[in-house]
C-alpha cells in the first residue's frame, strides 16, 4: 500500500538528494575564498547535477530526452570525483598538487571523459544498447559499459 502512494519513491529520494547538495552549498558559499570551499561548493554542484538528473531521468519515458539526462548525470558522477580530490587536497594544505602537471591530467581525464557522454551518440564509447528498463514504478534504463 505503502508502495502505491508513492510510485516513483526511487526518483524523489534522488530529487532530494539533488536538493540537499544544493542547500549545503547554498549554506557554505559565504565562505569562498577559504582554503578548500570552492571545491567543495563545486563538489556540490556536481552531486546536484547528478541527482537532479538522474531523477528526473526516472521519470522520463522519451528515449532521447531519457539519453540525454543520463549523459547529464555521467557528468556530474565524473566532476563530483575530481572535484572532491580538489577539495581534499586544498583543505589539508596540499594546494600545490591541484596546481601540477598530475592534477591537470586528472582533469584532462574528466574533460576527456565529459567529451565521450556528451557526444556517445555519435560514436558509443562511453556505452552502447542502451534500452529502457523499468522498475520500482520508474524508467531505468540498461546500457553496456565501453572502455
Not at 47 to 55: F, I, V
Request: glycine letters at 12%; charged letters at 10%.
Amino acid at each position: 500500500m505503502a508502495l502505491d502512494l508513492a510510485p516513483a519513491w526511487p526518483a524523489v529520494g534522488s530529487l532530494a538528494g539533488g536538493a540537499g547538495a544544493l542547500a549545503l552549498a547554498w549554506a557554505i558559499r559565504e565562505h569562498r575564498g577559504r582554503p578548500g570551499v570552492d571545491w567543495f561548493l563545486g563538489v556540490f554542484a556536481a552531486q546536484a547535477t547528478w541527482c537532479l538528473s538522474y531523477g528526473v531521468g526516472l521519470l522520463v519515458s522519451e528515449p532521447a530526452i531519457r539519453a540525454a539526462l543520463e549523459a547529464t548525470m555521467w557528468l556530474g558522477v565524473i566532476w563530483t570525483g575530481i572535484a572532491f580530490l580538489g577539495f581534499a587536497l586544498e583543505y589539508t594544505g596540499r594546494s600545490d598538487v591541484v596546481r601540477s602537471r598530475l592534477f591537470a591530467a586528472v582533469v584532462g581525464f574528466g574533460a576527456l571523459s565529459s567529451a565521450l557522454v556528451v557526444t556517445n551518440s555519435l560514436h558509443g564509447v562511453f556505452w552502447t544498447d542502451f534500452a529502457r528498463d523499468p522498475a520500482f514504478g520508474v524508467e531505468t534504463v540498461s546500457y553496456a559499459f565501453g572502455p
